[in-house]
């Protein structure tokens, strides 16, 4: 192949792979939270309502659910809008994590690509049941340290990898020792900073604010990018779940709202308030975690110059 031409040829393969693995990704999200279901056991993918098992056909990522107007061929229960949507977000992430890095670091863009598929498990099961799966979090913290003494080049910028490693200068790469080191110094700051934030919430407000799920979440994350990049993704992840809580709590003011007209009941705009204040607040925080270490991992050194910790 003429060597201008592997690059996109490279990125287009990796993007169709992406494509293909985010229908799996949907098998896992939506059987991980299942008892005695595995991902590979049944081996056809079913219809949940009537059992229709899916041939070939109606098993192509995206497309068929188009050419199936959205609906089961057996029963015509509609199929939802989530199963084209995480299947065009896994294959923009490996195309993201893919072309942002030179075809030379390919064993480094394979790391990325199996952290953020990971990742999406984990939001998406997070969003369902308010629970992180083991296989993920767990899995996780087993794979951060395997895969940075595999993969050093994951620790390259991380400031105890390079400390760590024997001989190291600015713009050389860490070696095992060090990368192994700037993994379970990741691992420590990201369960640590939350084990910390929810013992200051549990004393500030009497109830448990962080779930051991997220603290496991992030002491795999941190694995994988550092003892900065642990910090910097809270710091996202709480920005865009400030965000997110407060669309939730209007939310469900408006909800409220639209209730009380339609139904006639006088109720109290307060009455509406302290509701969206009470239900809007929970939500998962598993995902915006998953979006900043998402964030850290493709952009490290961007979100390192923007938080001006650069040197
Ligand atoms: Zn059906």
Redesign the pocket.
């Known amino acids: 192949m003429p060597p201008e031409l592997q690059q996109p040829f490279f990125l287009a393969a990796t993007t169709l792979v992406g494509l293909m693995v985010g229908s799996f990704l949907n098998v896992a999200i939506h059987r991980l939270p299942l008892e005695g279901q595995s991902v590979g056991n049944p081996r056809r993918s079913r219809?949940p309502?009537?059992?229709?098992a899916l041939s070939w056909y109606e098993n192509i990522p995206v497309l068929s659910w188009i050419l199936l107007r959205a609906r089961?061929s057996?029963?015509?229960?509609p199929i939802s809008m989530r199963y084209p949507l995480v299947e065009l977000l896994t294959a923009g992430l490996w195309y993201l994590a893919a072309s942002r890095l030179p075809l030379e670091d390919w064993d480094l863009i394979a790391v990325h690509i199996l952290v953020l598929s990971g990742l999406i498990v984990a939001t998406f099961v997070d969003f369902d049941c308010f629970e992180i799966p083991d296989e993920i979090s767990k899995g996780g913290m087993w794979l951060a340290p395997v895969l940075s003494l595999a993969v050093p080049s994951l620790h390259n910028s991380t400031l105890i990898a390079q400390r760590m490693s024997s001989n190291w200068e600015p713009g050389l790469p860490v070696d095992r020792l060090g990368a192994l080191f700037g993994c379970l110094a990741g691992m420590a700051v990201g369960g640590g900073i939350l084990i910390a934030v929810g013992w200051i919430g549990s004393k500030l407000y009497g109830r448990d604010a962080m779930g051991f799920g997220d603290v496991k979440l992030l002491a795999a994350g941190g694995g994988f990018i550092g003892p900065g990049g642990a910090l910097a993704a809270m710091m996202l992840g709480s920005v865009v779940a400030s965000v997110a809580g407060l669309g939730n709590m209007l939310r469900f003011y408006f909800l409220s709202r639209s209730r009380t007209k339609k139904r006639g009941v006088q109720k109290s705009r307060a009455a509406s308030v302290r509701l969206a204040r009470i239900v809007g607040r929970y939500i998962p925080f598993g995902p915006y975690l998953g979006i900043g270490i998402g964030i850290v991992l493709l952009a490290w050194n961007d979100v390192r110059q923007l938080i001006q910790w650069s040197h």
């Open positions: 219809c309502k009537c059992g229709h089961c057996g029963c015509k229960t």
